[in-house]
């Protein structure tokens, strides 16, 4: 009876890791599946008295996260910067992700948020940039490192959820 207990419980863990995966991956869909998937960590380790990951674990996994926030609203400009846009191409980069991710969020749920926010880095980078140099080249050269940028942030966000996914199946596998 205890084998079978332990395949159970083993099982329910990989379903939830699975689940944990499945929101962490939503954040191409718009959604703070990182934040929701902490969320379920942390119930967990409160049904476990701490027991499972702890305090000081949580305080690094919520880090990871606040940085992967700070990377998606900054990566992108940040990249568009380094590929030679203007300082007004930056600025369009920014001001476009931000709105594009309103608009497409309001547009379509869930994915129109990520798909507005790549639009609007494009969009924005794109507009600002010609009305600078008045060259279309430049301005979609600006407009596609925009897009890239803004693209490359979301990864990085995915990866840091996927390291407080590996470091809450570290500490609860055994």
């Known amino acids: 009876m205890d084998i079978f207990l332990s395949i159970l419980q083993h099982t329910g863990l990989v379903l939830f890791y699975l689940l944990l995966f499945a929101l962490d991956v939503l954040i191409f869909a718009g959604v703070p599946g990182g934040w929701v998937a902490f969320a379920g960590i942390v119930i967990w380790d409160i049904a476990t008295g701490f027991s499972t990951v702890g305090w000081p674990l949580l305080i690094v996994m919520a880090g990871l996260l606040t940085v992967g926030e700070i990377v998606e609203s ?52 794109v507009a600002l940039e010609y009305a600078y140099y008045n060259s279309m080249d430049e301005a979609m050269k600006t407009g596609f490192a925009a897009f890239v940028g803004k693209l490359a942030a979301f990864f990085v966000k995915l990866a840091l959820s996927l390291v407080v996914l590996g470091i809450f199946i570290w500490r609860s596998w055994g």
Request: glycine share 24%; hydrophobic share 60%.
């Open 74 to 125: 900054l990566l992108g400009v940040v990249y568009v910067a380094k590929k030679g846009a203007s300082k007004w191409g930056v600025l369009g980069a920014f001001i476009g992700g931000l709105v594009g991710a309103i608009v497409g969020s309001a547009a379509l749920p869930f994915v129109g948020t990520v798909l507005g926010a790549l639009a609007g880095a494009f969009l924005g980078a």
